[in-house]
Structures are given as C-alpha cells and as structure tokens.
C-alpha cells in the first residue's frame, strides 16, 4: 500500500478525538489526540520514516506522543487502518480484522469468523497457542510461527517469563472486579438512554444508530464499552447481553466479553469470558 502521509495520520488522529468528544470521553483523552495530530503535521519529516529508522520508540519520544498514541500512528503507518476509529465510527468488520494479518487471508478469516467465532485478534492469538488454529488447513507449523509472531507485534505482547512487564506500560489485568462495574455501569447507562448511539455499519441495513458506545476510566484505563454486533451475537439474540470491553494501558488495546451465565455455578449472572473461575471466586467473596 502506498505510504500514508503526515496529514493523513494527523486527520484521522483529529477525527478520533470529535468522535471522543461527541460520544462524551473524557476531555483530556480528546485533546491528547489533538495535541498528537498537531505533532504528527507539524514533523520535517515522514512519521514513517521515523517508525521504519526507530521503531515505535521514536514515535513515542515526539513531543506528546505516550506510548498508546505511538502504537496507533505505527497502526496507521503499517496498516492504513485503526481499529479504534473504525469502532468509533461503527465500521468494525471483524473479518477484515483478521486477514489483516500476516499469512491469514480473506478466505481463512471468514472461516476463522464463522467456523471458530473469532472475533479479534485477542481471541485469534488463544486459538493460535491453544491448537485450534493448527487445525485449520493450509495453516502449517512455519504459518502458524509467523502468525504468532505477527500478532505479538501487533498485541504489544512482551516476551519472556509470565507477568513480565513492557518499558513503558503494564501487562497485568484488570480484576474481574473492575470489568464487572464498567459492564454494570454500561448496561445501567444503556437502559437509561443516557448514552450517545452510533450506527453500525453491519448488519444494519436500515442504518439505525442503535448501539450505545461508553467511554469511562478506572484508574490509568480508558475504556470503551458497547455490546457485541458480531455475526454470532445476532445469531443467538446477544446484541443486549454481551458487552464488549476495549482498554488501552499504554502496552497496547486489550478487551474482555462480558456475558449473562447460561450454567451453573453462576447461572444469570455476569461473567468475563475466559476467567469464569476468577469471577466465581468474586462472586462467592461477596456472599461471605
């Protein structure tokens, strides 16, 4: 793909934060954003260059510019893309998502997406460890090695002992706990209509604004919250159960899925997919 310009990356930086601030972010966050948008024009020099000679290091050290900020314009610069404005905008296409890496075309992504379920490269990066995705024909041991290695660039993903942290950031999660009361906090806002909407480009044919978008902070986390518009939620009536969690802490975007029990233990209640015993172990220390 062509090379994207300095204001081409200062244009969707800006058009982050109006979208920031119309879905009512926090104040400081948007104009972040601008602030990066006015370095990013204002350099002697591509931001490209910059990435390809220093890596996301001398795009962090431009005036401004933190470490989630850096990650995005290299999104931009490599990609042509960021994920995050296409959420904010209501244009995620989770298959274009995943063929947007390495060694994973649009074929494989859309049988990934339907076959597996997998939504994000979170859940592509499990089933790459786990064994699943070995189990996809065409994906042999030297793909699969790529694939990994890809989506831990991408993932920010520090390599080395477990619970080993990033320069500039920490990869430890967030408790079950904090997921939990951004979820109750998204729901009971989305009840309440007091949230802005957006209109999802898929599965939306009549162009509906129908998905609340939350933007709120626990400690140094900034979090988007809205429910699940994939093909699977639609399939199983879950677009007003599952409720997707997008957190940045400075080594890269993260996210949870937040759904209703459907069996003992904890049946009707709120869970983190994937960490159903930590969230029973919450559960029953509130009962003590």
Same mark, same amino acid.
């Given at each position: 793909?062509?090379?994207?310009?300095?204001?081409?990356?200062?244009?969707?930086?800006?058009? $982050?934060?109006?979208?920031?601030?119309?879905?009512?972010?926090?104040?400081?966050?948007?104009?972040?954003?601008?602030?990066?948008?006015?370095?990013?024009?204002?350099?002697?020099?591509?931001?490209?260059?910059?990435?390809?000679?220093?890596?996301?290091?001398?795009?962090?050290?431009?005036?401004?510019?933190?470490?989630?900020?850096?990650?995005?314009?290299?999104?931009?610069?490599?990609?042509?893309?960021?994920?995050?404005?296409?959420?904010?905008?209501?244009?995620?296409?989770h298959v274009a998502v995943l063929a947007s890496v390495p060694g994973i075309g649009a074929a494989m992504a859309k049988r990934l997406h339907h076959d597996l379920?997998?939504?994000?490269?979170?859940?592509?990066?499990?089933?790459?460890?786990?064994?699943?995705?070995?189990?996809?024909? =065409?994906?042999?041991?030297?793909?699969?090695? =790529?694939?990994?290695?890809?989506?831990?660039?991408?993932?920010?993903?520090?390599? =080395?002992?477990?619970?080993?942290?990033?320069?500039?950031?920490?990869?430890?999660?967030?408790?079950?706990?904090?997921?939990?009361? $951004?979820?109750?906090?998204?729901?009971?806002?989305?009840?309440?209509?007091?949230?802005?909407?957006?209109?999802?480009?898929?599965?939306?044919?009549?162009?509906?604004a129908w998905l609340p978008v939350l933007h709120t902070q626990r400690g140094p986390r900034h979090y988007t919250a809205l429910f699940s518009n994939t093909a699977?939620?639609?399939?199983?009536?879950?677009?007003?159960?599952? $409720?997707?969690?997008?957190?940045?802490?400075?080594?890269?975007?993260?996210?949870?899925? $937040?759904i209703t029990a459907q069996r003992d233990p904890m049946k009707g209640r709120r869970i983190v997919r994937g960490r159903e015993p930590e969230c029973e172990t919450?559960?029953?220390?509130?009962?003590?």
């Amino acid at each position: 793909m062509a090379e994207i310009l300095n204001v081409e990356i200062a244009q969707r930086l800006r058009e $982050v934060a109006a979208l920031l601030q119309e879905q009512g972010a926090n104040p400081f966050r948007l104009q972040a954003y601008r602030h990066a948008a006015d370095t990013v024009q204002r350099l002697d020099r591509p931001a490209a260059e910059i990435l390809k000679a220093e890596g996301v290091e001398g795009l962090r050290k431009l005036p401004g510019i933190g470490e989630s900020l850096a990650r995005s314009i290299r999104d931009l610069i490599v990609t042509g893309r960021l994920p995050m404005l296409d959420r904010l905008r209501g244009e995620t296409d989770h298959v274009a998502v995943l063929a947007s890496v390495p060694g994973i075309g649009a074929a494989m992504a859309k049988r990934l997406h339907h076959d597996l379920s997998i939504d994000t490269l979170e859940e592509l990066e499990a089933a790459a460890h786990d064994g699943r995705l070995s189990e996809i024909e =065409g994906v042999g041991p030297k793909k699969l090695a =790529g694939i990994i290695d890809s989506l831990a660039s991408r993932l920010g993903r520090v390599r =080395g002992r477990p619970g080993a942290t990033a320069a500039h950031g920490s990869l430890q999660e967030p408790s079950v706990a904090e997921l939990l009361d $951004v979820d109750r906090e998204y729901r009971e806002k989305a009840a309440t209509a007091s949230l802005r909407t957006i209109a999802p480009r898929r599965f939306n044919p009549a162009g509906e604004a129908w998905l609340p978008v939350l933007h709120t902070q626990r400690g140094p986390r900034h979090y988007t919250a809205l429910f699940s518009n994939t093909a699977r939620a639609h399939q199983l009536g879950k677009t007003r159960d599952w $409720v997707i969690l997008y957190f940045d802490e400075g080594d890269g975007e993260h996210q949870h899925t $937040v759904i209703t029990a459907q069996r003992d233990p904890m049946k009707g209640r709120r869970i983190v997919r994937g960490r159903e015993p930590e969230c029973e172990t919450h559960y029953r220390a509130q009962e003590a």
